[in-house]
């Protein structure tokens, strides 16, 4: 088979953060990806501070000697999934992705889907099992462990199939208006107190663009 043909098969990689966000809010996931809408807060400030503590990428060792790699880019070319981990462990049974979040852990939320995709794709890199995910919250000071079941795989494969299709929309998906929104950066850009029927087309996202990580 030509390898052009190979790409052409393959579904169009979307980055892992936007999992992430789309499990969170379509509109925020729309706004980020699509828009290039960005603002700051002091929650995404403290994320960008917990994120500065190890993404430094490169190889080394933890305090118990164990190899870790900072920053490691990740994909797979099965699922379209693509984006970098922010730091995975090595041990004898294969690699951990451990993704830093800087407030409280919920499980089965917005976080566990990103560490899934991340695992999917060490997968399919590395050809191990990888069964679990990693997710730091600074929020308690603790790791979570995230099992990859084939539910939560299946989960990440609908979730990317969706943002694929956002991606090919024209429509902005409607604002929410709920309790998501009271601490979201993008709430003035958003707009959410305004009823979607007077917002009409006010934002569209551009018609067959590219993910913007």
């Given at each position: 088979?030509?390898?052009?043909?190979?790409?052409?098969?393959?579904?169009?990689?979307?980055?892992?953060?936007?999992?992430?966000?789309?499990?969170?809010?379509?509109?925020?996931?729309?706004?980020?990806?699509?828009?290039?809408?960005?603002?700051?807060?002091?929650?995404?400030?403290?994320?960008?501070?917990?994120?500065?503590?190890?993404?430094?990428?490169?190889?080394?060792?933890?305090?118990?000697?164990?190899?870790?790699?900072?920053?490691?880019?990740?994909?797979?070319?099965?699922?379209?999934?693509?984006?970098?981990?922010?730091?995975?462990?090595?041990?004898?049974?294969?690699?951990?992705?451990?993704?830093?979040?800087?407030?409280?852990?919920?499980?089965?939320?917005?976080?566990?889907?990103?560490?899934?995709?991340?695992?999917?794709?060490?997968?399919?890199?590395?050809?191990?099992?990888?069964?679990?995910?990693?997710?730091?919250?600074?929020?308690?000071?603790r790791r979570h462990e995230v099992?990859?079941?084939?539910?939560?795989?299946?989960?990440?494969?609908?979730?990317?199939?969706?943002?694929?299709?956002?991606?090919?929309?024209?429509?902005?998906?409607?604002?929410?208006?709920?309790?998501?929104?009271?601490?979201?950066?993008?709430?003035?850009?958003?707009?959410?107190?305004?009823?979607?029927?007077?917002?009409?087309?006010?934002?569209?996202?551009?018609?067959?663009?590219?993910?913007?990580?």
């Amino acid at each position: 088979m030509d390898p052009a043909d190979d790409d052409l098969d393959r579904p169009r990689s979307i980055p892992l953060s936007a999992l992430e966000h789309h499990a969170y809010c379509a509109r925020q996931a729309a706004l980020i990806h699509v828009e290039s809408y960005f603002e700051s807060n002091v929650d995404t400030v403290r994320g960008d501070l917990a994120h500065a503590a190890v993404d430094r990428g490169g190889a080394g060792e933890d305090r118990r000697g164990q190899r870790v790699w900072h920053s490691l880019p990740v994909w797979s070319h099965a699922l379209g999934l693509h984006g970098i981990c922010d730091v995975v462990r090595f041990d004898a049974d294969g690699p951990t992705p451990v993704e830093h979040k800087s407030g409280a852990y919920r499980p089965g939320g917005p976080a566990d889907l990103q560490v899934a995709g991340q695992v999917l794709c060490l997968r399919e890199m590395f050809d191990a099992p990888v069964p679990v995910g990693v997710v730091f919250s600074n929020g308690d000071r603790r790791r979570h462990e995230v099992v990859v079941d084939t539910a939560l795989e299946q989960r990440v494969v609908n979730t990317a199939n969706a943002l694929r299709e956002l991606l090919d929309s024209t429509d902005l998906p409607a604002p929410v208006h709920d309790a998501r929104c009271t601490r979201c950066s993008l709430r003035p850009g958003c707009l959410p107190e305004v009823p979607a029927q007077v917002l009409g087309g006010l934002f569209a996202p551009r018609p067959l663009g590219d993910w913007n990580d």
